[in-house]
């Protein structure tokens, strides 16, 4: 099969500080594509397919303590929004980057692909 990866695009009104986030706050590894566009390599990845009314799509991160996360990532002085809430599948929450791109982070409880 000739598919060896993905690529994940975010949108904000504030591109910098974002990447600024992932490099600095997530410590991802990434590389320069020129002129300061910083490509990230992202932890390991998985996909599950739900179902709905329309066509979506959705990137959440996943942590193995989402108390210590959340606490870290506010001390960093990222919004988190709301507190952790139990769904059964895991503990979620909505972590903010800058321009208010909310992406969903929580701790599964489901079996893991990785």
């Known amino acids: ?5 993905a690529h994940v695009v975010l949108y904000t009104s504030e591109p910098d500080a974002v990447r600024d986030v992932l ?3 997530l410590r991802w590894r990434h590389v320069d594509a020129g002129e300061g566009w910083l490509i ?18 959705q990137l959440s991160l996943m942590c193995d303590d989402i108390t210590a996360t959340v606490k870290e990532l506010r001390d960093q002085g990222l919004e988190i929004r709301g507190e952790p809430e139990d769904r059964g599948w895991g ?6 980057l800058p321009g208010g ?14």
Request: charged share 20%; hydrophobic share 40%; aromatic share 4%.
């Open 101 to 114: 791109l909310e992406m969903s982070l929580y701790q599964p409880r489901h079996p893991r692909a990785i």
């Open 40 to 57: 990230f390599a992202l932890p390991p990845a998985e996909v599950g397919v739900h179902p709905a009314e329309r066509p979506d799509h």
């Open 23 to 25: 490099r600095d706050v």
């Open 1 to 5: 099969m000739a598919i060896n990866g």
């Open 91 to 96: 503990i979620e929450t909505t972590l903010v």
